[in-house]
């Protein structure tokens, strides 16, 4: 089941926040997001596993809500560099790894200066 | 260290052709995922091999296909081409994608345009 992202896109500027959202109706095992600029691969930006530990990265940082099987991840301060498409991977189940990650289509996130 | 490689980048094929796409994964990376990306369904995910062996995979008919080989160098191979097999494929590399799913190393994709 393909985890739903929320804003399908968002324009910001420059220092301003953004919420991304990313819910699955299946139980989540860990999520996964990363970012990708145009043309360019996938990089990888953090790991939640269930229990809702939340996860920073500079000025990026993600929760994972259990009860809610939901993922949000937080952009404060955002930088011209912030520009890309967001994904969320999800893995589902609870006993453990089934070595496959279901991403969503993507949140176009766009900071102007 | 190298990155992940993939070839070739582009590759441009007919209908009904089979094409064969390669990925080397980063050195000591056992973990090799393969995904489709295209613009109205982001990536989707093929399948996932670990020591040679197919772990998990994905909603794609059976024209798809994968291996790993002993050096854990991949190769999918896709048969009976359909325009609708036009798209980006990427693969991505990991130490082992096991309990604590690893950080995925993506490389820089094949861009298969069948016409």
């Known amino acids: 089941q393909q985890p739903v992202q929320s804003p399908q896109a968002v324009i910001l500027r420059e220092g301003e926040d953004a919420v991304i959202n990313c819910s699955s109706s299946?139980?989540?095992?860990?999520v996964h997001w990363y970012r990708q600029k145009h043309g360019e691969a996938p990089v990888f930006l953090m790991i939640l596993l269930k229990g809702g530990e939340q996860k920073g990265h500079d000025k990026i940082s993600a929760s994972f809500n259990e009860k809610k099987q939901q993922s949000s991840l937080y952009l404060t301060a955002s930088q011209l560099s912030y520009s890309g498409t967001y994904f969320c991977g999800t893995e589902m189940g609870s006993g453990g790894s089934n070595y496959k990650l279901t991403f969503g289509k993507g949140t176009l996130l766009t900071v102007n200066p | 260290k190298a990155g992940v490689t993939q070839t070739p980048r582009y590759l441009i094929k007919t209908r009904g052709q089979q094409v064969t796409l390669s990925c080397s994964p980063i050195?000591?990376?056992?973990?090799v995922s393969w995904y489709q990306q295209t613009p109205g369904q982001g990536l989707q995910f093929l399948f996932e091999?670990?020591?040679?062996?197919?772990?998990n995979k994905g909603n794609f008919p059976g024209r798809f296909s994968g291996r790993q080989f002993s050096n854990s160098r991949s190769e999918m191979n896709v048969s009976t081409l359909e325009l609708g097999d036009s798209a980006l494929y990427l693969c991505?590399?990991?130490?082992?994608?096991?309990?604590?799913?690893?950080?995925?190393?993506f490389g820089p994709g094949t861009r298969l345009t069948v016409l």
């Open positions: 050195s000591g990376h056992r973990s």
């Open positions: 991505a590399s990991s130490l082992a994608g096991g309990h604590l799913y690893n950080e995925q190393f």
């Open positions: 091999y670990f020591s040679e062996t197919q772990r």
């Open positions: 299946k139980a989540l095992y860990s």
